[in-house]
């Protein structure tokens, strides 16, 4: 197949969407030239803004007859560089598809479009139910991307991820063909290509309609902040409310720089004179609630919580989390740079590899802060740095691979919730062989055998599909020197 | 604890490569307690059992995980998760002399009472490692619970009755045991109040361990499980509600054998069980539909799964009266899981599908399986 320029396609876009969805002017463009992670940049050359998902069908497959590499972008605010554009590609931004299209509380089954953002979610089923996953850009964050990137938040621990709550899914495939995957009941027969697609960060097609799960609001909160004087003792009471067999709603951690640059931003009120903070909410029944509480409230003391202060209405909860969710935004006021990080570690073994970031940052000389959904030993070590100083960048780069590294070292992952996108597909290699790779790209195959969905991501090096079965022919690509076969 | 296993892979492996190597076929093989679901497999296929791969690898109580090979019984999985007051929260029946293996219950997806508060197998299972036909041995996820690197092979191979390459190991994420459990029952001979109770006990902030319904001959129940130290005052709770629905209530102390009798529904050695892929307030319906095939019913009232069982059915009769229920309870899937050997030809196992998410399935197939060697034929558009 020739590929041709994306620019020739235009008339066709023009006739496929209204011609004022079809963007090309640089200016117009700008906007979308990266996404959360803004150190990644390409300019597409057509961004479109399709309204329905018969437009998404005609523009992925005119992308598909043409040969053109398309990706697909929501909000833009992941943070793994997943919705940076091809250079020169097609960009299909779905943030005009925010229909609600049902709400059935009595199956507990909401039905959106994929531009819908995540608290729009929640606030269709209030105040009875709830969404559970939560990331912190949930104000603006779209449930396709969460789709995508299978996100996360605070409450992953007792609530799970995005894929726990996707039941059901209408994708256009990158051939053009529309499949549902799922649907409003559970357990559809044949393979689970919904919790394949789920996470696959824009590879494997456009999610059009998102049937989701939602749940009963718990009828009770009980939140706490515990003050330690090291992050070793706040490590301890994790573990211990754990092996009391407490599943906290949610249960966050953070070291000194983190409270300090969070305390100087909110006023939250935080302990400036400790070296961890722990924030435990429970979440449930009345009777369940109370009754781990005072569990968990007696686990703190006995790990040697300095002080404890326990929220007494919901604006005293909300003033908790107020500091835990500006932890990221609030680092400007520490350094003009950041770098975070998103490894996954097993919980047991959080000491030793808190010991090691500590070792890193002394050794390259950098600060690390440190915001933890502790819960599931998932990692934000913040690497701050300065821009304006030569070299200061690329040492941090290089102290966030070296954390990356002790994360997997430890038995866990490249990633919680951020997704592996462009930034971190070069460490693939750490945490998959040869053999799971070449796994990974037969579903790829499967699913869009000429990679015109988001290329260049998930993947550490350019693979191509081959056909399936048959005889080894060159691939375009292959062709012209862009990939080689593996 | 530590076990050397890669030669047993390697044993896997090359025991795939050779059937390749011959244009044969292979059936993996369990605990065998599952053997007969799904289309039958193609004669002369060659067995390939799984029970030596029989370790438990790791099991990191401090961090609620496992790693398991798939030839464990999960009875065995659960006596020693248990030593640390954690379970694998996934409790289908177990078969025939509690033969279920890990493998077979992540290969079949299947389920039990559990499946209300924790979700299913696809929810548990954390990483995965499997042989493909070319030998090639491939693992995804890790073993933390949270991990979004790579794609999700785990949840692709979570029910996919071993067509796309044989599970040897899975990485799973552990629940504390619920502690001390009793159960809120309600019975009623009204379908309409045993939906309504359903609907209204799942709408509550009460969390329930499991919420099953049950109906048989006429009569129905309703089944809510709590546990822990505030599982009484919430059992009450659900006891108060089922009487305002308009049930016969009582609080179960001992209700050990209530569960077991729901688990065991799902399955009938000498009959036929169906599977209903409904949602919560098709309630009624399916247990009116189960009525009209004579049929008893169990399932998950909060979630619309539903087994439809029909003991020593007259064999003539079973295809019909399959296709009268899938009329009835049509769009909602239906799959056929025990049937007699005799009639198992006879009927559509799975039920139809729509042709392009067949051919994408047939592509995934493809690629992890182009020989087709893997379970061929026993699965969904007899892939």
């Known amino acids: 197949m020739e590929r041709e320029n994306a620019k020739g396609l235009l008339t066709q876009f023009e006739r496929a969407l209204a011609p004022d969805r079809v963007l090309t002017h640089p200016h117009e463009l700008r906007t979308y030239e990266s996404d959360g992670l803004v150190g990644y940049r390409a300019m597409p050359a057509i961004v479109l803004l399709p309204d329905t998902a018969e437009e998404v069908r005609n523009a992925v497959r005119i992308c598909h007859e043409a040969g053109v590499p398309w990706v697909a972008r929501g909000s833009g605010t992941g943070l793994s560089g997943g919705a940076v554009p091809v250079e020169e590609g097609v960009l299909i931004v779905l943030t005009r598809m925010r229909r609600i299209l049902e709400v059935d509380l009595a199956n507990q089954r909401v039905v959106v479009e994929p531009g819908v953002t995540n608290l729009q979610v929640s606030a269709a089923v209030s105040p009875t139910h709830f969404f559970p996953p939560d990331p912190s850009s949930q104000i603006v964050c779209s449930i396709g991307g969460n789709v995508a990137e299978n996100s996360g938040g605070a409450h992953c621990f007792k609530y799970g991820f995005t894929t726990n709550y996707v039941v059901g899914l209408e994708v256009v495939l990158p051939d053009g063909e529309v499949v549902n995957l799922g649907g409003k009941e559970m357990d559809h027969p044949g393979y689970d290509l919904m919790g394949a697609f789920v996470g696959s960060e824009g590879t494997m097609g456009i999610a059009t309609k998102i049937v989701l799960r939602v749940i009963p609001v718990p009828e009770r909160f009980r939140t706490l902040v515990a003050f330690f004087e090291t992050m070793e003792q706040a490590g301890h009471a994790v573990s211990d409310i754990v092996a009391a067999g407490i599943v906290p709603g949610a249960i966050e951690m953070m070291d000194r720089l983190a409270i300090q640059a969070t305390e100087e931003a909110t006023g939250a009120g935080y302990r400036l004179d400790v070296g961890a903070a722990l924030i435990v909410e429970l979440d449930g029944s009345e009777a369940e609630c109370e009754l781990a509480f005072g569990e968990v409230v007696g686990i703190c003391e006995r790990s040697g919580s300095v002080e404890i202060r326990i929220a007494q209405d919901e604006a005293e909860r909300q003033l908790i989390w107020k500091a835990r969710k500006a932890a990221f935004a609030s680092m400007g006021r520490l350094s003009p740079n950041y770098y975070v990080q998103d490894g996954v570690i097993p919980r047991t073994k959080l000491p030793e590899v808190l010991s090691a970031i500590d070792e890193l940052a002394l050794r390259f000389n950098v600060s690390v802060a440190n915001v933890f959904h502790a819960g599931d030993g998932n990692l934000h070590p913040l690497v701050l740095y300065d821009q304006s100083v030569p070299g200061e960048a690329e040492r941090a780069e290089e102290v966030a691979g070296l954390i990356v590294q002790a994360c997997v070292d430890a038995g866990g992952s490249l990633t919680g919730e951020h997704g592996i996108g462009i930034e971190k597909k070069r460490y693939m290699t750490k945490m998959f062989s040869d053999a799971d790779l070449d796994a990974f790209q037969r579903l790829r195959c499967a699913f869009d055998p000429e990679q015109l969905a988001n290329p260049g991501k998930v993947m550490p090096t350019p693979r191509l599909c081959g056909e399936v079965p048959g005889p080894y022919r060159r691939h375009p690509l292959e062709q012209a020197g862009i990939a080689e076969r593996l | ?383």
């Open chain 2, 1 to 383: 604890m530590q076990v050397e296993t890669l030669s047993e892979y390697a044993e896997v492996a090359e025991a795939l490569r050779g059937t390749v190597g011959e244009g044969g076929t292979v059936r993996v093989c369990g605990g065998g307690t599952k053997l007969c679901w799904g289309r039958p497999a193609l004669s002369g296929a060659v067995s390939l059992p799984t029970l030596g791969l029989d370790s438990i690898v790791e099991h990191n109580a401090g961090d609620l995980t496992a790693v398991v090979q798939a030839g464990v019984r999960l009875a065995d999985a659960q006596a020693a998760f248990a030593e640390a007051g954690q379970m694998l929260a996934v409790d289908p029946p177990l078969g025939a002399g509690e033969g279920a293996t890990v493998g077979g219950v992540v290969a079949t997806a299947d389920s039990g009472p559990l499946r209300h508060r924790y979700g299913g197998v696809r929810d548990q299972v954390i990483g995965i490692r499997a042989v493909l036909a070319d030998g090639s041995v491939i693992r995804s996820g890790g073993k933390v619970i949270k991990n979004v690197a790579g794609y999700d092979l785990g949840k692709l191979f979570t029910g996919s009755f071993g067509t796309l390459g044989v599970i040897v190991e899975v990485s799973l994420r552990l629940h504390p045991l619920p502690g001390p459990v009793l159960t809120a029952l309600g019975k009623t001979d009204d379908p309409q109040v045993l939906h309504k109770g359903a609907i209204s006990l799942s709408a509550s902030p009460l969390t329930a361990v499991s919420l099953d319904f049950r109906w048989e001959r006429g009569e129905g129940w309703l089944l809510a499980r709590f546990g822990g130290g505030a599982g009484r005052s919430q059992a009450q709770r659900a006891e108060q509600m089922m009487e305002a629905a308009g049930f016969q209530t009582s609080v179960e102390e001992d209700d050990e054998a209530l569960w077991a009798d729901q688990r065991a529904a799902q399955r009938a050695p000498d009959g036929v069980v169906l599977k209903v892929s409904a949602l919560p307030t098709d309630l009624a319906g399916v247990v009116r539909a189960a009525e009209s095939v004579e049929a008893a019913a169990v399932g998950r009232a909060g979630l619309g799964l539903a087994w439809l069982s029909i003991e020593q059915p007259a064999p003539a009769d079973v295809a019909s009266r399959v296709e009268d229920l899938r009329a009835r309870l049509a769009p909602r899937p239906v799959v056929v899981l025990d049937a007699p050997a005799e009639v198992r030809k006879e009927i559509d196992i799975w039920g139809s599908q729509p042709e392009p998410l067949l051919a994408l399935m047939r592509r995934v197939k493809d690629r992890f399986d182009p020989t087709g060697v893997c379970n061929r034929g026993i699965f969904v558009g007899e892939i």
